[in-house]
């Protein structure tokens, strides 16, 4: 009788307890090129980017936000086109899956032209040049001889390169009244991306010295002993001391140490698995590996990401961001590549985590694919789309497809928000019990007779 109560323990629970997260068929929804399609043929004239939506509480929630060429986040939406296009070229256009909607890359080079005069011309950007880079990277994945994006991205890699103080270690980040104030955040460490394609294109090892000499200086002064990130470091331009280390858009700096904003910790997780990519540096994979056990293990029981790991319950409820969880889900997806020893424990993890996301924020009624974002809770920018938050959502789908971990699917647009992440999920669960069940009664009968 013990072997046969042993026998029931391990087959209703064991499997419960490893079984593998569901990818969530959202990811390869209708809504999506469709959703992105009217959004680059509504953009205005002249051009501007969507960056967040107008927040839940207003008469029309979830309306993207326009803004000027000149704001940090103007290359997303071009890049989220030419995602697109390579989630096409994956999946191929059927019926069901929209994809044939739009010609992406057309579309994708139409959305970039706007970013063309920032090259030398932007006052807002500052460190971010590497971001408004990415729609010029993909365009050289697409055309490798296109001078335009060549010109682009060497262009935004000069522009970053200036900024780097060789006392300090590290590229400026925001600029500062105080010229010996040299700020850095840990948002800078995706900004890296731009320096390797550049050096891709040049063989400028200057800048492969630079972005190696920020990573290390980041990873010595933004981590705490557990994982943990601070936001901001400002140094002395003129020693390379640290002044002060804080936070800009999470909860505190008035505790013996200053919160951990989740998305900050989601930038440093997914740039330093990309330096290490890049470099095979065992200490930037430590240091992602640090900063994604860190992450995940702060993730709260029911498997939202707040916008802030040290933020309070109460008031309830705590902000999510949705955009800190699909930031972490694809680094956690390149981590899963870099470190095969880890690989699994990395992409269930990112995979646990687009489930968890769009259960609470996939929104078929808001033009963004996402809602629950938090742009900047200090500011009261809370409860909307992010496009950076959609766009990493898409190209964590078409990274599950590259790895081999999720099949293209046919998912026509439904006019509901998901209660479970996923339909498929949910039967497979029955299923699984109904075999169970099965077994059970085998197993019982065995035993009696």
């Known amino acids: 009788m013990t072997f046969f109560i042993l026998q029931l323990f391990l087959l209703l629970f064991w499997n419960r307890t490893n079984a593998s997260p569901t990818v969530p068929e959202q990811l390869f929804s209708s809504l999506i090129p469709q959703k992105i399609a009217n959004t680059s043929n509504s953009l205005p004239s002249p051009i501007q980017y969507p960056q967040y939506t107008s927040t839940w509480n207003v008469s029309n929630p979830g309306t993207w936000l326009d803004f000027i060429p000149d704001t940090w986040t103007s290359g997303f939406f071009p ?3 030419y995602a697109l296009n390579t989630r096409k070229n994956l999946c191929e256009v059927t019926d069901a899956n929209a994809l044939g909607v739009a010609d992406w890359i057309e579309l994708g080079r139409s959305a970039s032209t706007g970013l063309i005069p920032l090259e030398t011309n932007n006052t807002n950007l500052q460190h971010d040049v590497g971001f408004v880079s990415f729609p010029f990277a993909e365009e050289l994945l697409i055309n490798p001889q296109n001078e335009t994006a060549i010109q682009a991205v060497n262009a935004f890699a000069t522009d970053l390169a200036a900024r780097f103080n060789p006392i300090v270690g590290c590229t400026r980040s925001w600029d500062t009244e105080d010229p010996t104030d040299f700020t850095v955040i840990i948002d800078n460490m995706m900004n ?17 010295d630079i972005a190696n000499s920020h990573a290390n200086t980041t990873m010595i002064n933004h981590f705490r002993d557990d994982g943990s990130t601070w936001h901001v470091v400002e140094y002395n ?5 640290v002044i002060r280390k804080r936070t800009s ?3 505190a700096d008035w505790r013996h140490y200053n919160s951990t904003w989740s998305r900050g910790q989601a930038w440093a997780l997914y740039g330093f698995a990309n330096m290490y990519n890049h470099t095979k540096n065992a200490d930037f994979l430590q240091t992602a590996q640090r900063a994604a056990n860190y992450f995940l293990e702060h ?3 029911d498997g939202i990401v707040p916008w802030d790991f040290d933020a309070p319950l109460s008031p309830s409820p705590r902000p999510a961001d949705s955009s800190a969880a699909t930031i972490a889900a694809n680094g956690l997806l390149l981590l ?8 699994t424990n990395w992409s269930n ?4 985590i687009l489930q968890n996301v769009t259960s609470l924020a996939w929104d078929s009624s808001w033009q963004s694919l996402l809602s629950n974002g938090t742009v900047n809770w200090p500011e009261n920018n809370f409860l909307t789309g992010i496009v950076y938050g959609d766009y990493y959502y898409i190209t964590a789908a078409n990274m599950l497809v590259q790895m081999g971990l999720a099949e293209c699917r046919d998912v026509k647009a439904s006019n509901s928000t998901p209660n479970a992440a996923s339909n498929g999920g949910s039967l497979a669960r029955h299923t699984s019990w109904g075999i169970k069940i099965y077994i059970f009664i ?3 009968a065995v035993n009696i007779y």
């Open 79 to 81: 890049a989220s086109l």
């Open 192 to 208: 890296l991306e731009v320096l390797w394609a550049s050096y891709a294109l040049t063989g400028n090892s200057t800048l492969i």
């Open 237 to 241: 331009s003129t020693t390379g001391n």
């Open 249 to 251: 858009q999470g909860y």
């Open 299 to 301: 993730i709260p029981s």
């Open 336 to 343: 899963a590549q870099v470190d095969p020893a880890n690989a």
């Open 349 to 352: 993890a990112a995979i646990q």
């Open 442 to 444: 085998v197993i019982l």
